[in-house]
């Protein structure tokens, strides 16, 4: 039986214990957080996409905003591996896009009254956004395999190609990190550029369980485009083929939860969910009077956009 004078004294060491527990949940991560990459994996990813306001060739002058819906599911599947990083094909396995006639949560049920299909089938989507990538352990991408396609003509300022960035966004830093901490980078969903884009990632929180490891992490990226594009709507430095030119600002903001993909490797992880809020004020224009290409005067106008994107972990999976 215990005695009522030793409760307080149990109860102390009770709190300590859980005191103890949670601060090694905070305290932080010893080593560099990584993805797991092993050749043979798959990892199936849901990613539901709305886009809401003025981007050509959708939109024309006098109609309403466009409001645009797009529920995708991709295929991560990690093909090798040597020293310059891991191989990762990234398949559109299903693609639904739809132009609506109202703006929706991003949470809403499909409702078929609102929803007017758009023709791309998807070998078209996956022309454009089908990649094959180079990814290294902490994801950053050391090389992009497949060329680029503008299939679907909808420049709102990152390369749709690079779509696979949602399913892993952060590139991890070298060393241990701990709550709360935060560090920059030049590279992520909407682009890279040295001098114009600026990524901050902040750990808000990382929990120790079971299971392993669950890391809550936000991002804020900023970028000023000034660029100058060819007729395919890529990015041009050669001035006689230049077509259109493209300004403005992009920003992103988003929320992400990352998952360990064992218990016995904790510090390999891989996204489990992601919130993107990206807010888009650019404008694309002709280079001059003298450009009347087709391209150019289809393309041109004004780029004012909000884009809500979540992407889900689904299936995860080896084979041989």
């Known amino acids: 039986m215990i005695s009522r004078g030793r409760l307080p004294a149990l109860s102390w060491l009770a709190l300590t214990a859980i005191y103890s527990t949670a601060a090694a949940a905070s305290t932080g991560i010893q080593g560099p957080i990584t993805y797991g990459l092993t050749p043979g994996t798959h990892r199936i990813y849901t990613v539901k996409a709305l886009f809401d306001g003025r981007f050509p060739p959708f939109d024309q002058p006098g109609n309403p905003p466009v409001h645009l819906a797009a529920l995708l599911t991709y295929d991560a599947h990690v093909l090798s591996s040597n020293n310059e990083g891991a191989t990762v094909s990234f398949t559109v396995t299903h693609a639904d896009i739809n132009l609506i006639a109202n703006r929706i949560k991003l949470d809403a049920k499909p409702d078929p009254n609102n929803e007017i299909p758009y023709p791309i089938d998807l070998h078209t989507v996956q022309s454009a956004l089908d990649s094959e990538v180079i990814l290294r352990p902490d994801g950053s991408i050391a090389r992009v395999l497949s060329k680029s396609s503008n299939l679907i003509k909808v420049n709102i300022g990152f390369d749709l190609r690079k779509l696979f960035t949602l399913m892993m966004p952060v590139v991890f830093p070298g060393a241990g990190v701990a709550p709360v901490a935060t560090w920059s980078n030049d590279t992520g969903v909407i682009g890279s550029s040295p001098a114009s884009v600026h990524y901050t990632t902040t750990l808000t929180r990382a929990n120790a369980h079971a299971q392993g490891l669950t890391l809550s992490l936000t991002q804020a990226a900023q970028s000023n485009i000034s660029d100058t594009l060819n007729a395919a709507g890529e990015s041009t ?41 990206l807010t888009v004020h650019l404008t694309r224009a002709p280079v001059s009077a003298k450009a009347k290409s087709e391209d150019a005067q289809f393309q041109s106008g004004p780029i004012d956009v909000t884009g809500r994107m979540l992407v889900i972990l689904g299936k995860h999976e080896s084979k041989s």
């Open 237 to 277: 430095s050669n001035a006689t083929k230049a077509v259109t030119k493209l300004a403005g600002t992009v920003d992103l903001k988003s929320t992400m939860q990352f998952v360990s993909t064992s218990p016995s490797a904790a510090n390999t992880v891989e996204l489990a969910r992601g919130r993107y809020d």
